[in-house]
T-cell receptor
Framework: GNSVTQMEGPVTLSEEAFLTINCTYTATGYPSLFWYVQYPGEGLQLLLKATKADDKGSNKGFEATYRKETTSFHLEKGSVQVSDSAVYFCALSDGKTSYDKVIFGPGTSLSVIP | DTEVTQTPKHLVMGMTNKKSLKCEQHMGHRAMYWYKQKAKKPPELMFVYSYEKLSINESVPSRFSPECPNSSLLNLHLHALQPEDSALYLC???????????FGPGTRLTVL
């Protein structure tokens, strides 16, 4: 079945450091890939998405590229801020049904210190 | 309007109580979802409604009873819950056919 693997952390970085959170997936066909972010005490927000191979999703300085050859969708940001402290979930949807059954990774907790 | 709203924000209930969680969206989405999230874990899918009909029940105990009165509203009725049911309950909605889900802020449920 479909699955998502990501580094679980916790990850602690200093402000302005470079961030990479690795995400790999297993799926048949051509799933859509997502990164969701959950700030403390809140629900999930879509951070970025990519729907086909070589697509790059980007938002708020974060980027991720859909790599079908390595089945990966790593999240990167060049310079993190304290406000980026949150839990990040990599996810996929195979989109084969009339609704989205999303498979989430375990989540990566990020703490950014001043 | 691009948000999903959930009420109440917090709920404390005893094991013999009956309560309901409410979710609303006005984005015209035809799929709506209930998730349960424990601390430091990803959301776990409970139910999916597609065009107001229950499409998926992920083997959820009958003490959780979903209801979709119309295309904008989703309820989760709770009865005889256990302390282990304490969690953040998230509602989400999406357009059909491969689009992302939009999540509400959740209801923090505590069962005493």
């Amino acid at each position: 079945g479909n699955s998502v693997t990501q580094m679980e952390g916790p990850v602690t970085l200093s402000e302005e450091a470079f961030l990479t959170i690795n995400c790999t997936y297993t799926a048949t066909g051509y799933p859509s890939l997502f990164w969701y972010v959950q700030y403390p005490g809140e629900g999930l927000q879509l951070l970025l998405k990519a729907t086909k191979a070589d697509d790059k999703g980007s938002n708020k300085g974060f980027e991720a590229t859909y790599r079908k050859e390595t089945t990966s969708f790593h999240l990167e940001k060049g310079s993190v801020q304290v406000s980026d402290s949150a839990v990040y979930f990599c996810a996929l949807s195979d989109g084969k049904t009339s609704y989205d059954k999303v498979i989430f990774g375990p989540g990566t907790s990020l703490s950014v210190i001043p | 309007d691009t948000e999903v709203t959930q009420t109440p924000k917090h709920l404390v209930m005893g094991m013999t109580n009956k309560k309901s969680l409410k979710c609303e969206q006005h984005m015209g989405h035809r799929a709506m979802y209930w998730y349960k999230q424990k601390a430091k874990k990803p959301p776990e899918l409970m139910f999916v409604y597609s065009y107001e009909k229950l499409s998926i029940n992920e083997s959820v105990p009958s003490r959780f009873s979903p209801e979709c009165p119309n295309s904008s509203l989703l309820n989760l009725h709770l009865h005889a819950l256990q302390p282990e049911d304490s969690a953040l309950y998230l509602c989400a909605s999406s357009q059909m056919e491969g689009n992302e889900q939009f999540f509400g802020p959740g209801t923090r449920l505590t069962v005493l």
